[in-house]
């Protein structure tokens, strides 16, 4: 194995773990009653708004920002696990990267999706 996929594995981001995540995702918009998939996504602007004024505490809002500006300079630093200029190989670590990033976000975003349908039934929501 090489040192960038040993790199990317022990920071669980290595193609296999990445697909993991997205089917756990898709499971998670399989499952009945679950928010689904355009939900979610839907959701998103309004998760990174809640999250920021401290509304939902399902996820605080330090960890919300260090992980993007961590996933934001990893983007665009020169420096990566497989450098940039080897062809199709050089954006798969950034690529798992953000997908991870993504497929976290939007499972977050479903959690977020069932607590704002709690509090819009009245019930108190266990995240807020």
């Known amino acids: 194995m090489g040192k960038g996929k040993a790199a990317a594995r022990v920071r669980g981001l290595d193609g296999l773990a990445v697909t993991r995540s997205a089917w756990g995702l898709y499971r998670e918009t399989r499952q009945p009653g679950a928010p ?7 959701a998103l ?7 920021l004024l401290r509304r939902y505490s399902g996820v605080g809002p330090g960890k919300l920002l260090l992980l993007t500006f961590v996933v934001a300079v990893y983007l665009v630093s ?51």
Not at 36 to 42: D, I, N
Not at 93 to 101: E, I, S
């Open 78 to 128: 020169p420096i990566d696990a497989i450098p940039d200029f080897i062809p199709v190989l050089g954006w798969s670590d950034d690529t798992g990267l953000l997908l991870w990033f993504l497929v976290g976000l939007t499972r977050e975003s479903g959690r977020y999706v069932e607590w704002t349908r709690r509090a819009a039934s009245g019930e108190r929501p266990a995240g807020g």
């Open 45 to 51: 602007p309004r998760l990174v708004r809640d999250v």
């Open 36 to 42: 689904g998939l355009a939900a979610r996504v839907w």
